[in-house]
């Protein structure tokens, strides 16, 4: 809690709270759009300090993934080989015989990599789970007597297995329980169905409690929900912005954020990720040489964002680029769709997390799927830009509105957080997801792994590089009854396979301790330490950098 | 629309040419397989010149499935590091082969067709020529 003088990190907790009880009297003078020091108390504003680490392995790991894939193609054309000539089984579809004179349907070569590659290890994807997704559950057995190619279920079921994959942030997705009787009462009066859209006969009044709780949680003026969090991105950025528009996305950016700016029929451009000095040499190219043949100026940039990238578990560099937004005159859309509820000290996402302003951003959008435990998406901001939206979003007029439980399962989320229900349970899980979160990543780099991203998010990639570690450390994991999502090559760059963790406040110090035991005998095994900067298991003096939190 | 990737490259073939420590796998495998067989460019010109397309589905709607690979590296975008660098490494090869063959006049000929076979295709005037048609769809 003590500030200390001119230090480098400012304690987010007590400062936010009287900026955002206050609202308009905040003490900062704004000239030309940059925010002079906050005069409060006589200390200059200082920003929380970014400590995120994306280490490169030794250059012989990443020879070998090479030499893995390489012999992974080699191996497949041989066996694409043997099946032409017929002295191997063919799997996948082939054209009917009477069609073989006609033009393909499909080029061969494109499922390439799925036949050869994907296929031998595709026992780590899609595995059904039929339990609630809470910090154990269970999964369904399943063999395979073809190499994959077809699975049988064995009818048994694997029992409490440790979630690391699911994005249970809070602990929220959980089977049903008192708490929840509120959400059984609307299920009894609405149903389940709302069988219409916005515009026509699907506002509910659960709708409107909805948008006004998630309003107030955000400290914004208004919100809008919509019943699917992909199509909240899809739908709106076409709404927003039009040809003649400029979006600046990010890199990394996910696919509905691509496919919306794709849609809107805007131009668009990409920054690298997270590096806020590329994007204001494209914001200075495009404020100077304007519209590609004309060169008059654009209608309007938008620079597309995310709270926390769930590949990289990197947090979005906020102060930077609202800095740059401010000084360039461009609009601001942030996709909190793994940061609401994971981070900041009450839990509202990467503005939160920032001690900032949420008047600042202009487009807020977020999801109720991970930390809420429901299903759906929301888009917050000035009351004008959601009238806006009500009226031309192409959601609002042509998608089904959200369920009447689901809006009742999020009122009731919101309010725990928030405290509404006269207890502190909500703030309680989310310092024990942040604890959870510095713990398992503390204790990961350690034992040596490489891990990419921030060092307070929740969500922990591991880096595993070979394509062969990827299907051993998934199989192996699950025997020890541990259930990872891992990803490899196209969905990532091609040499940076990884694991990622998702942790969760409901995961106990057990459930963790067991986890990285395990990870520890594995990373052994398969040699998966590759990082060079061991720290000390020695505490230095000193190192402590945030005191709100007690460990 | 990237379905399932974490990226934005609409074509993660374009990129694998520049990926870190690539260059030292193509040296370490042709210094290998060199080794092993001195065909090495006959190698390379199947994997960079006469396969086309991607072995996996890209969203950029089969632009890229009647390039090779040499024509998608990068985007189509000549002279850049990868490219160069791959120009580079059979003129190096030939050297070295032309030296332990010492000079023999058979194996001279045969190292300057295979030599050539694979520099030709390289040459930005090639960039999407199919002569006689040969390997067009």
Known sequence: MANPGGGAVCNGNLHNHKKQSNGSQSGNCRKNGIIKEDQQNGKPHCYKQIVESFEEPPLHVMVFTYLGYGIGTLFGHFRDFLRKCGIEKCNTAIEREKQRDFVPLYQDFENFYTRNLYMRIR????????????????????????????????????????????????????????????????????????????????????????????????????????????????????????????????????????????????????????????????????????????????????????????????????????????????????????????????????????????????????????????????????????????????????????????????????????????????????????????????????????????????????????PGKVAAFARSLLQKKIGVVVVGFPATPLAEARARFCISAAHTRKNLNTVLEALDEIGDLLQLKYSRHRKSMRREPYEETSFELDD | MNVGTAHSEVNPNTRVMNSRGIWLSYVLAIGLLHVVLLSIPFGMYIFLHTVKGTPFETPDQGKARLLTHWEQMDYGVQFTASRKFLTITPIVLYFLTSFYTKYDQIHFVLNTVSLMSVLIPKLPQLHGVRIFGINKY
């Open chain 1, 123 to 466: 026992d780590n994807w899609n595995r059904p789970i039929c339990s609630a997704p809470g910090p154990q559950f269970d999964i369904m057995e399943r063999v395979s007597d073809d190499y994959n190619w077809t699975f049988r279920f064995t009818g048994r079921t694997i029992k409490d297995v440790i979630n690391m994959g699911s994005y249970n942030f809070l602990g929220l997705a959980a089977r049903y329980d008192e708490s929840m009787r509120t959400i059984k009462e609307v299920l009894e009066v609405y149903g389940t169905g709302v069988s219409s859209t916005r515009q026509e006969m699907g506002t509910l009044d659960k709708h409107k409690e909805l948008e006004d709780l998630v309003a107030k949680f955000l400290n914004v003026e208004a919100a809008m929900v919509f019943g699917m969090g992909f199509a909240t991105n899809s739908m709106n950025i076409p709404a927003l912005v039009g040809k003649g528009c400029l979006i600046l996305s990010d890199e990394l950016n996910h696919a509905s954020l691509v496919l919306g700016a794709r849609l809107s029929g805007a131009t668009i451009r990409v920054f690298k990720h997270n590096n806020s000095q590329n994007l204001e040499m494209l914001l200075k190219d495009a404020v100077i040489y304007g519209q590609p043949r004309t060169h008059r100026a654009w209608k309007k940039i938008l620079i597309l964002v995310e709270g926390i990238y769930s590949m990289e578990g990197s947090i979005l560099h906020l102060p930077q680029i609202v800095a740059l937004k401010n000084k360039y005159k461009a609009y601001l859309y942030i996709d909190e769709a793994h940061s609401i509820g994971a981070v900041g000290p009450t839990g509202r996402g990467v503005v939160d997390f920032f001690g900032m302003d949420p008047r600042e951003i202009d487009v807020l959008m977020g999801t109720f799927t991970k930390s809420f435990g429901a299903a759906g998406g929301y888009i917050a901001g000035r009351k004008d830009l959601v009238d806006y939206l009500r009226a031309n979003s192409h959601s609002a007029a042509y998608a089904t509105s959200m369920s009447p439980p689901i809006s009742e399962k999020i009122i009731t989320s919101i309010k725990f957080l928030m405290g509404d229900d006269g207890s502190t349970q909500g703030l309680q899980r989310i310092q024990q997801l942040a604890k959870n979160t510095r713990y398992f990543r503390k204790k990961l780099s350690e034992m040596g792994f490489i891990v990419y991203g921030n060092e307070k998010s929740p969500v922990v990639p591991v880096l595993l590089y070979m």
